[in-house]
């Protein structure tokens, strides 16, 4: 038994201290995107020709998922934001990293909502 555990504080010693099998050191960063969902365009807004942008607060976790969004801002004024809520809960994110720890953190984002170039209003089926 005393044999065994001297090969393994051997082992421990010789990795931990190895370059190649250190931990590495992971540096402070804010979220990063991984998956992202373009928003729905409402109906009414794309038959009127309406585009517009909503920007939303709302919380990243430690596991990357997106919770407790609200509008902070939107134009043309609510038009927009059941979809903008609807799309920032399918989003995914890297977490921040503070100290080498994936932190929760609140961020705000604006979602935009333009028509193609070249779009025609009227063109849309009924």
């Known amino acids: 038994m005393r ?3 001297k090969i393994i504080l051997i082992f421990t010693i010789l990795f931990s ?3 190649l099998f250190a931990k590495k050191k992971i540096k402070d960063r804010g979220p990063i995107a991984i998956v992202t969902v373009a928003p729905n365009y409402p ?3 794309a038959e009127q020709g309406i585009e517009g942008e909503v920007t939303l607060e709302f919380t990243i976790t430690t596991t990357g998922t997106v919770t407790n969004p609200v509008v902070i801002a ?3 004024e609510k038009l927009f ?3 903008a ?3 920032i809960l399918k989003y995914k994110f890297a977490p ?3 100290k080498q720890k994936a932190i929760q953190i ?3 984002q604006t979602l935009s909502f333009k028509l193609p170039d070249g779009y025609q209003p009227h063109l849309i089926d009924k």
Do not use: C, G
Request: aromatic letters at 0%; hydrophobic letters at 40%.
């Open 3 to 5: 044999s065994l555990l």
């Open 17 to 19: 201290s190895n370059p």
């Open 96 to 98: 921040a990293i503070k």
């Open 106 to 108: 609140r961020v705000s």
């Open 85 to 87: 809520l609807r799309a």
């Open 74 to 76: 939107s134009n043309p």
């Open 43 to 45: 109906r009414a807004a």
């Open 81 to 83: 934001d059941r979809e």
